[in-house]
C-alpha cells in the first residue's frame, strides 16, 4: 500500500501549499506596488510566474524586482515598465473584462474582481454613478491593472485564508487628482477604508493609495494573528518615495497556525425556494457547487409563508467570491432575494492521502481534535467505485486504518 499525502481544503492551490495567515505592519504605507514586493520578497519564487501573468495581461508590462535599502531594513522593491503608446481602459467594466479573461485560475482571477469593485465601489458612491457607469479617477491604467492581478495572484499563491494587520498611517496634506488637489488620504481611500483603524504619526503625504486601500480591504484584517501561529517568512516592500526619519516600507509576516483549530472566515448565502421542481433544483444546485471558490451547499427542508413547503439553502464560499456564487444562486434557482454576510468559523487541523489499495484510488482524510486524537475517513466516492456493499465497507476500513501522514 502507498500513500501519497497532501492539504485538501477545496482548492487547487491548496494542494502544495499550507493554509496561511498574513500580517501587515504598513510602517511606511501601502499600495500595490509595496504589497507586491513585500510578497515577493517573502515568495520570490513567485516571481516568474508574476512576469508571466503581467506580460499576458499586456506584452508592454514587465517587471522588475530591485534590491532596496532605507533606513537600515533591506527588501525588494517592484519596477513596473508599462506601455507608454497607448493609454489603457479607465471604465469599471473594461477592467473587469480584462480580468475575467486572465490566463490564471478562477481563484485569482475572483480575488482581483473582488479587489477591483472595492474599488469601483467607492467611486461610485463618491461621484454618485452606477457601479457600470465608473470611470476611475484617481487611479492609473495599467498600473493599477498590474497591481490588482498581481497582487491577487500573491494572496492565492501564498494560500492566504485569514489576514490581521496594524493600524494604517493617516498621512497628511493633499495629492493631486484629475479634479484638483483633494485631502490625504484620497476620497476613495477613505471611503474603502471605513473602520480601519489609523494612526498619525506625523509623516505627510499619501501614506495609502486607493489600490493599497483596496488590497487590504480585501484581505478584511483582524487586529492580530489569531491562535498559535508559527512564523514562516518575512518580506519588505518598499515604496518609491523616501521619508527623513523612518523607512518607507510595508512588511508581510507569513503565518502558519499551529494550535488545534484555525479560525478564518467564509463567505455565508443563505435564501429559499418554494416554487422550483425538486428535478430542477437539484441541477441548480450542483451547479452552484461547481462554482469557484464554493465550499458547501446544504439544502434543508422548510416551511414558507402560507405554510408552504420550501427548501433553506446555504451555500458557504470563499470570501472574495460571495457576490460572483451570489449571481449564480439568483441564475440557478427562482429565488428572488438572499442573504449573505461573512462568518467566522473553526476548522480542525486536516490533511488528505490518495491512498493505493488493490488497484482503487481513494482519498483519505484525517483530522486532528484539539486533545491531540485524529479521525480518518476515507472519501465515500472513490469506496463507492468498490463493488457491493461488503466490498465496499472492507475497502474503507482497510484505507481508513493503514493511512499514514
Known amino acids: 500500500m502507498v500513500i501519497r499525502t497532501h492539504r485538501s481544503c477545496g482548492r487547487p492551490s491548496d494542494v502544495s501549499e499550507p493554509v496561511s495567515h498574513l500580517h501587515l505592519d504598513a510602517l511606511g504605507g501601502i499600495s500595490g506596488d509595496m504589497f507586491i514586493a513585500a510578497a515577493l520578497d517573502a515568495a520570490p519564487g513567485l516571481l516568474d510566474e508574476a512576469r508571466h501573468l503581467a506580460s499576458a495581461i499586456c506584452p508592454d508590462i514587465s517587471i522588475g524586482l530591485e534590491d532596496a535599502n532605507d533606513h537600515g531594513l533591506t527588501g525588494k522593491r517592484l519596477a513596473l515598465t508599462l506601455p507608454h ?29 473582488d479587489i477591483l469593485r472595492r474599488l469601483a465601489e467607492a467611486e461610485g458612491r463618491i461621484h454618485g454613478v452606477a457601479l457600470e457607469k465608473v470611470h476611475f479617477h484617481e487611479i492609473s491604467d495599467w498600473d493599477s491593472i498590474a497591481d490588482i492581478i498581481l497582487s491577487a495572484l500573491m494572496i492565492e499563491r501564498l494560500n492566504v485564508r485569514s489576514a490581521s494587520a496594524g493600524a494604517l498611517p493617516l498621512g497628511s496634506g493633499t495629492v493631486q487628482t484629475e479634479h484638483g488637489p483633494l485631502p490625504v488620504p484620497a476620497p476613495a481611500t477613505l471611503e474603502i477604508l471605513k473602520g480601519a483603524r489609523f494612526h498619525d504619526d506625523g509623516v505627510p503625504g499619501e501614506r495609502v493609495t486607493p489600490t493599497g486601500a483596496a488590497i487590504f480591504s480585501h484581505l478584511g484584517p483582524s487586529e492580530s494573528p ?112 438572499l442573504r449573505y454576510g461573512m462568518e467566522s468559523r473553526i476548522i480542525l487541523p486536516r490533511e488528505t492521502g490518495l491512498t493505493v489499495a488493490d488497484d482503487a484510488n481513494v482519498f483519505t482524510k484525517r483530522s486532528t481534535r484539539p486533545d491531540g486524537s485524529t479521525s480518518t475517513k476515507s472519501e465515500m466516492d472513490d469506496v463507492a467505485r468498490a463493488g457491493n456493499e461488503r466490498d465496499r465497507q472492507s475497502l474503507r476500513r482497510r484505507t481508513e486504518k493503514n493511512y499514514h501522514k
Open 85 to 113: 503608446h497607448r493609454r489603457g481602459p479607465r471604465h469599471y467594466p473594461d477592467y473587469r473584462a480584462i480580468f475575467l479573461g486572465a490566463p490564471t485560475d478562477a481563484a485569482v482571477i475572483d480575488r482581483a474582481c
Open 226 to 337: 489569531p491562535g498559535q501561529v508559527t512564523l514562516k517568512a518575512i518580506g519588505y516592500g518598499f515604496g518609491t518615495k523616501t521619508f527623513e526619519k523612518m523607512a518607507n516600507t510595508l512588511r508581510l509576516s507569513l503565518y502558519l497556525p499551529t494550535g488545534p483549530a484555525v479560525r478564518d472566515t467564509v463567505g455565508a448565502i443563505v435564501f429559499h425556494v418554494d416554487d422550483q421542481t425538486p428535478e430542477d433544483l437539484a441541477i441548480g444546485l450542483t451547479n452552484i457547487r461547481a462554482q469557484p471558490g464554493v465550499l458547501d451547499v446544504q439544502q434543508m427542508p422548510s416551511f414558507g409563508k402560507k405554510n408552504r413547503m420550501a427548501s433553506r439553502i446555504e451555500v458557504l464560499c470563499d470570501p472574495a467570491t460571495v457576490e460572483i456564487v451570489a449571481r449564480c444562486c439568483f441564475l440557478e434557482t427562482t429565488t428572488i432575494g
